[in-house]
């Protein structure tokens, strides 16, 4: 099996003690590329210095919304000069992660928007494709997407949600990326959608050390889980895993230009 964890926060300090050791075993699980994701200025360092490190280990660099209020405008300079001066480097994958979170209601929705705008421009700019947060907003998102034309499209982390707002992504050339979430049987609406989705619109994805999924309940999640929830969400689409991992493998090597 031949697999790319498209979306993780393997820079997080849950992992300083056996980064390396996880790393080893998620290869010989499968697991053969491994994208780490920075969300905000103070670990931009520490994600691409990973990634310099390791070439298992894919940079994308961004501001996300749940760190709204530590970002400010001159970050935004900050990242387009780390753009500019990573511009052609294969390490760096992706721009991202960042996006919206209506979920946590004490962030402004204005001063989201504006940033989440702001990141879409660079992407323009630099035809990079883009990891997106999506948290009780798709409305939102899919109206700003319609409104840019992205040379690379990206990914929607995470989807949660309904196959209406799955098709409206697809329409725009975006994968959707599925980890643990969808394992869990409390997920019922989640559930009912990954069957309708295409193979060829899938990404999977751990978010480790987040989003465990049902067969590690309350463990810290792992690139090394990617080969099972393959296996599980396989079982939801009604194919193998290994028709799964192919195809995945192939969607993740179409979003981020591999060949």
């Not at 053969?32 to 990634?51: D, K, M, P, Y």
């Not at 929607?156 to 992504?169: D, T, V």
């Not at 997920?187 to 067969?215: H, Y």
Request: with cysteine; charged share 20%; proline share 6%.
């Amino acid at each position: 099996m031949n697999l790319v964890d498209t979306h993780t926060h393997l820079d997080f300090p849950d992992f300083d003690a056996d980064r390396g050791a996880l790393l080893d075993a998620a290869q010989a699980a499968g697991v053969r590329r491994v994208v780490l994701l920075g969300v905000h200025r103070a670990n931009w360092e520490r994600v691409w210095g990973l990634a310099q490190e390791d070439d298992r280990l894919y940079a994308a660099l961004g501001l996300h919304p749940v760190f709204l209020e530590e970002h400010t405008p001159a970050h935004l300079d900050e990242l387009r000069q780390w753009l500019e001066r990573l511009a052609g480097d294969p390490r760096l994958c992706a721009l991202g992660e960042f996006g919206l979170d209506y979920y946590l209601k004490h962030l402004d929705r204005e001063r989201q928007q504006w940033l989440f705008e702001a990141q879409l421009r660079l992407a323009v700019d630099f035809q990079l494709p883009v990891l997106l947060h999506v948290r009780h907003c798709h409305a939102a998102v899919i109206a700003t997407l319609k409104r840019y034309t992205l040379p690379k499209r990206g990914v929607i982390h995470a989807f949660a949600g309904s196959w209406e707002e799955a098709r409206e992504y697809l329409k725009l050339g975006f994968k959707l990326g599925l980890g643990g979430a969808p394992t869990w049987p409390q997920a019922l609406r989640l559930r009912s959608v990954v069957p309708r989705l295409p193979l060829e619109s899938i990404v999977l994805e751990t978010d480790a050390p987040d989003m465990a999924p049902s067969m590690y309940p309350g463990m810290r999640n792992s690139p090394a889980h990617l080969p099972a929830i393959c296996q599980a969400l396989a079982e939801l689409l009604a194919v193998s895993p290994q028709t799964l991992a192919d195809a995945s493998t192939r969607n993740a090597y179409e979003v981020f230009g591999w060949a």
